[in-house]
């Protein structure tokens, strides 16, 4: 497996009152190819030249870690997991940053905090 680097960006934006659709951050967020058909027929969210991106919220960490190591390797890239919080201290992200560093996983991991209402 390849050796893994965990990055932490933390923006501090006023938390939304009302959850944002995953798309929002997608949009946001994706600096690549959005909605991309990989060769197996799945569909990745975010690719980008070196990496295949998934978005999720904190609480479904273990179903994004899963999708990007997935994707991943049908894409024949990096999986990146950006995960959005709801705080600097976020349960969820803790618990996928202790379970990709733990097992020397090959993936990326950033938080996003959760996007204003009104963009």
């Known amino acids: 497996m390849q050796k893994i680097t965990a990055l932490l960006f933390l923006f501090f934006l006023l938390p939304s009152v009302s959850a944002q659709p995953l798309s929002d951050y997608v949009a946001y967020g994706c600096k690549g190819d959005t909605d991309v058909e990989l060769p197996d027929g799945s569909v990745a969210e975010c690719v980008m030249e070196e990496y295949v991106v998934v978005f999720d919220y904190s609480s479904r960490w273990v179903d994004a870690i899963d999708r990007a190591l997935r994707l991943g390797e049908v894409a024949n890239r990096i999986g990146a997991v950006v995960l959005i919080v709801n705080s600097g201290q976020d349960r969820g992200y803790e618990m996928a940053q202790k379970m990709i560093y733990g097992y020397a996983m090959p993936l990326e ?10 963009i």
């Open 109 to 118: 991991l950033v938080a996003l905090p959760r996007l204003p209402a009104s």
